[in-house]
């Protein structure tokens, strides 16, 4: 059983930063990938970035040049540094780990932008 829990969201004005955090626990001998989903009020959730073990990294279109995702193997923890916030960034996030096959999900953190 594998375990993750998120921390770092909360009220940012436009323009801020936020760093969000998610510690992955439990018997787990690798993690294939981590990522970040985000799902807005009124909208399905989606990924925003992930990270392989080897360090590839994905970002949709509107985070690039603002987010930055990063992994910790040894701690099981993966970042999400994000910068120049803006309104429509507001949704709960959600850590996604793939451990062999199956796809693990934190209980997610909000995060809100104030105009």
């Known amino acids: 059983q594998v375990q993750l829990v998120e921390s770092g969201g909360g009220l940012v004005q436009a323009g801020g930063s936020l760093r969000l955090s998610c510690a992955a626990s439990?018997?787990?001998?690798?993690?294939?990938?981590m990522g970040w989903y985000r799902q807005a009020p009124g909208k399905q959730r989606a990924l925003v970035a992930d990270?392989?073990?080897?360090?590839?990294?994905n970002y949709i279109e509107s985070v690039k040049g603002r987010f930055t995702i990063s992994r910790d193997n040894a701690k099981k923890t993966v970042y999400l540094q994000m910068n120049s916030l803006k309104p429509e960034d507001t949704a709960v996030y959600y850590c996604?780990?793939?451990?062999?096959?199956?796809?693990?999900w934190g209980k997610g953190t909000l995060v809100t932008v104030s105009s």
């Open positions: 996604n780990a793939l451990v062999g096959y199956i796809h693990y």
């Open positions: 439990g018997t787990i001998r690798s993690i294939n990938r």
């Open positions: 990270i392989t073990s080897g360090g590839m990294i």
